[in-house]
């Protein structure tokens, strides 16, 4: 699933939702990938 369609799903926005995938991903959670996916690591 792409970031936008999960910050329509979530009821965030955009700004939003990559500020806390920004931080799952330096903590090693998640991976971002091309195409602005990104993939749960634990």
Do not use: C
């Not at 939003?16 to 602005?36: K, R």
Request: glycine share 12%; hydrophobic share 45%.
């Amino acid at each position: 699933m792409s970031a936008d369609e999960l910050a329509e799903q979530l009821g965030l926005t955009a700004g939003e939702l990559y500020a806390m995938l920004l931080e799952l991903e330096l903590d090693g959670h998640v991976a971002s990938l091309p195409g602005g996916r990104f993939q749960r690591l634990s």
